[in-house]
């Protein structure tokens, strides 16, 4: 890549677009290295290669470029990627009190656009990385009687606790007795973290326990991580499909 390219390249990337590896690849080999205004024309509105998300990245793109002071007319699609992502789960609620879960299949999509008339090839694009892997520690007898606190934080959604969602991931105590909550939902796009943070802010503090919560989207969160009891409660009132 040469020094202007560097300078002038702008790349978005979005980490759970909902499509698979194989529908963003297609689309986007139909588009690289057209001109970016018309790639996302393509992608929002021609035939055989209408691809909203995709196009909606270009959007953001565009704007990017903008606010850089290039102008988007002059920008090519020089290079995409998309790989395989995390599936996104959420609650599917059926007639007569049934329910059960649906996932949508994700891609984790990178796109770089360059001014036209550029020497440079076209850049290569590095596989995300893997989030890093937790390193396990069994939590102490305090951390545990923090962890028996949550479970009277009930998701209101769903109508079981969070720890027995499988949302409480990890709870660490430091010297001065500072808990951190380390925790996750459905989804990063679910609206009830205030809902969860009220509830557990109610419940701590009657035990004396300042808290503070981190939210991890990655990796997301599964029907897997239920527990059993929770299975038992989310059966009782209509869930399926584990």
């Known amino acids: 890549m040469t020094a202007l390219a560097e300078l002038t390249d702008i790349t978005v990337r979005e980490p759970q677009v909902r499509l698979t590896e194989a529908e963003a690849t297609k689309a986007l080999d139909r588009v690289l290295g057209t001109p970016a205004v018309e790639a996302r024309a393509r992608l929002r509105f021609g035939a055989g290669t209408v691809c909203e998300p995709l196009a909606r990245m270009l959007d953001a793109a565009l704007v990017r470029a903008q606010e850089c002071g290039l102008d988007p007319e002059a ?9 395989s992502a995390e599936d996104i789960v959420r609650v599917r609620r059926k007639a007569h009190g049934v329910a059960d879960w649906i996932s949508s299949k994700t891609s984790d999509v990178t796109i770089v656009l360059r001014p036209r008339g550029l020497t440079a090839p076209a850049p290569s694009i590095e596989a995300p990385e893997a989030p890093p892997v937790q390193e396990y520690r069994a939590e102490t007898e305090a951390e545990l009687a923090v962890r028996e606190v949550l479970y009277d934080v009930v998701d209101p959604d769903l109508g079981v606790n969070v720890v027995d969602l499988g949302f409480v ?11 951190t909550i380390v925790m996750t939902l459905t989804s990063a796009a679910c609206p009830l973290t205030g809902v969860m943070e009220s509830q557990m802010k109610t419940f701590l503090s009657e035990e004396g326990i300042e808290f503070t919560v981190e939210w991890e989207w990655l990796p997301t969160w599964r029907p897997a991580d239920i527990t059993d009891d929770g299975r038992e409660q989310l059966r009782a009132i ?3 499909n584990f």
Request: net charge positive; aromatic share 4%; proline share 0%.
């Open 75 to 83: 920008l090519v699609l020089a290079a995409a990627r998309a790989v």
């Open 169 to 179: 991931r990890r709870i660490r105590l430091d010297e001065a007795g500072h808990a």
């Open 238 to 240: 209509g869930f399926s």
